[in-house]
């Protein structure tokens, strides 16, 4: 990746500069040109359960999770800043034959902020505790899916946890972000931006920060319609920012792709190019295959004109593409089941 030109972030002196091309995770814009890139049995069936389970409240308040729908168990991971609710045509598509379990990250939407949250180590402390929600649950071998930061979350999760997933589905997202953002080596030198981006984020009033998330500068081009956007938009503005801060510092110094080889199993990776100005399908494609080099069981596809909410934008072609992978056996081919887990509880 160090010959690739992208856009770069002039200096980050100043908010709505970084923020515009990195709050949310907002891949639209990232690329100018690119060079080429190194190229079941089923167990019962869970009982139906709906409503919000207290996990939040009950536990360390690093996440809620709403559960719907029976059958082999899916979890569902939003973005930065984003809402559980990202997932709910997913949900309504899923649920008559998964058990959906969807995440609601603390102190994004409106969800109250982990209490721990300037210590640092935030979307760590949301994975081991995420190994202890599918351990106490008896979930086995959920299936993860994750959007943007969500999908990064998940990378890491199956390096750190490989025996607790199964398959993987990563929405637009990559393992090393500021190795394409800031033309970073390492995370060593994306560190010092990383750095300047959380203090700056933290350090602006709570107004300054509410009029740059409502300006849409960085949450237009990542939705399609205006009714979209505006959600998008809410979801942000009702996010706690402190939180928003220290999430996107750790998104900007994490780097999976090391370890990517020790994801045990399928992985299917959507990736978008709309919005892009000045590149190709290609480029872009070139881009995801060269980070996710070392990943065992990767499938890759390309949306043609999808952005970044791809769920949000073409439900119908996104369906398609989770549904085969969902049913497939071990290996990518088109029939078999996933397993499936016992009821589900709220203490441990």
């Known amino acids: 990746m160090s010959g690739l030109r992208v856009w770069k972030l002039p200096s980050c002196t100043n908010l709505n500069q970084c923020l515009a091309a990195l709050l949310l995770f907002a891949l ?3 690329l100018a040109a690119a060079q080429t890139a ?14 919000t389970e207290a996990w939040g409240a009950q536990h360390r308040g690093l996440f809620t999770v709403k559960v719907s729908g029976q059958g082999p168990a899916v979890i569902l991971i939003p973005g930065l800043s984003s809402s559980g609710d990202t997932w709910n045509g997913t949900v309504d598509h899923l649920k008559g034959h998964y058990q959906c379990h969807v995440l609601n990250l603390a102190g994004f939407a409106g969800v109250p902020a982990w209490s721990d949250v300037d210590k640092g180590n935030f979307l760590h402390a949301v994975e081991d505790e995420l190994a202890v929600y599918i351990q106490s649950n008896k979930l086995v071998s959920p299936v993860i899916i994750g959007h943007s930061l969500g999908g990064t979350l998940t990378l890491e999760f199956a390096e750190r946890y490989a025996d607790l997933p199964g398959r993987l589905v990563i929405v637009d997202s990559l393992p090393f972000l500021s190795g394409v953002w800031l033309q970073a080596g390492s995370v060593k030198e994306a560190d010092p931006i990383a750095t300047n981006m959380k203090l700056q984020i933290k350090g602006e009033s709570h107004d300054q920060y509410l009029q740059f998330v409502k300006s849409g500068a960085s949450t237009r081009p990542m939705v399609t319609s205006d009714a979209d956007y505006a959600l998008v938009n809410e979801w942000a503005a009702a996010s706690d920012q402190s939180t928003t801060a220290e999430a996107l510092y750790e998104l900007l110094t994490t780097d999976a792709r090391a370890d990517l080889g020790r994801i045990r199993g399928d992985v299917l990776v959507l990736a978008t190019w709309a919005g892009f100005p000045g590149a190709t399908s290609q480029q872009i494609e070139s881009v995801y295959r060269g980070q996710y080099t070392g990943t065992k069981k990767l499938q890759l596809v390309m949306a043609d004109n999808e952005r970044h909410f791809i769920m949000l934008d073409n439900p119908g072609w996104f369906f398609s593409q989770i ?19 016992p009821p589900v509880t709220t203490a441990h």
Do not use: I, N
């Open 28 to 30: 639209p814009c990232f």
């Open 38 to 51: 190194p190229a079941g049995t089923m167990s019962p069936v869970a009982r139906p359960v709906s409503g």
């Open 323 to 341: 549904d085969p992978f969902l049913a497939a056996p071990a290996g990518g081919s088109t029939t078999g089941k996933l397993s499936s887990p």
